[in-house]
């Protein structure tokens, strides 16, 4: 976990979990434009829903 200036990496809120969101794109494999997306969508650190609902991964087929 890294640390966050506002002191909310990867904790409980009210809301639920609250991520940082580079955290969460290392935890879930998302590639660095998603991440982009995801930090100019909802700012730094996020609930893990609002993350969840708003990610996308690219398909992998084997």
Known sequence: ???????????TSPVGKVWNV???????????KEE????????????EHELLKNASRAAVYA
């Open 1 to 11: 976990m890294s640390a966050d200036p506002s002191g909310l990496s990867n904790q």
């Open 22 to 32: 580079s955290d969460f794109a290392r935890r879930y494999r998302l590639e660095a």
């Open 36 to 47: 982009e997306r995801l930090v100019a969508l909802l700012g730094a650190v996020a609930s």
